[in-house]
């Protein structure tokens, strides 16, 4: 069975890929509303909606470098900190290159989450643990999109699509607390930071 500290930091993680797939989602939900106040035509809403993979997809190399070589706790929990901030951000944008702004930072917060799972999964439980661990990622990775269109769709449509942006980024910044009480213990993570390590130069060039 897993261990009091092994549930409570996993219980964590997948709180967090749950607010994850929230917070990515969100606008798709309310992106009628935003583009009738904000005067958004078809081609900007979808270069707001494909915004947030540009830098999702193009960060998660440089990512796994850097769970690699510094502790992962806090290069995780900045990530989120940056994440939840841009879903609260979105909520008080006034305009097409604000809400991009907001956009391209929450890809770019949310690159670490993968690489981060990984690296504490693989430090943290056995191999005979992973596989709970994984399909419990997976799970909050699944309820976070149902949670988001349900609540999402309420929310705005009693208080308006800002309110639940500002709602959910503000709350979400919450989940630090308890990460650094109960984020798992750096020296079961080393980093790696032998000179023979490949640098992020080489890495992109393979």
Request: hydrophobic share 50%; aromatic share 12%.
């Amino acid at each position: 069975p897993l261990t009091g500290p092994q549930t409570i930091f996993l219980g964590l993680l997948v709180l967090s890929i749950c607010i994850n797939y929230i917070d990515r989602g969100s606008l798709a939900v309310g992106g009628k509303m935003v583009a009738d106040e904000l005067h958004l035509d078809s081609e900007q809403l979808g270069r707001l909606f494909s915004a947030f993979f540009w830098t999702y997809a193009l960060l998660q190399i440089p990512s796994g470098w850097l769970v690699d070589r510094y502790n992962v706790n806090w290069v995780y929990g900045t990530g989120f900190a940056i994440w939840s901030a841009a879903t609260l951000f979105t909520g008080l944008s006034h305009g097409f290159i604000l809400l991009m702004a907001a956009r391209l930072l929450l890809g770019m917060g949310e690159s670490v989450a993968y690489p981060s799972y990984s690296r504490i999964l693989a430090a943290n439980f056995k191999e005979h643990q992973r596989g709970l661990a994984n399909c419990l990622i997976d799970a909050g990775s699944k309820a976070g999109p149902a949670l988001g269109v349900l609540l999402g769709g309420k929310i705005m449509a009693l208080y308006g699509w800002r309110s639940f942006f500002v709602l959910v980024g503000g709350v979400s910044l919450l989940w630090i607390i308890p990460w650094i009480i109960w984020s798992p213990h750096p020296d079961s993570m080393p980093s790696c930071r032998e000179a023979t390590a490949p640098a992020i130069r080489q890495i992109f060039s393979k």
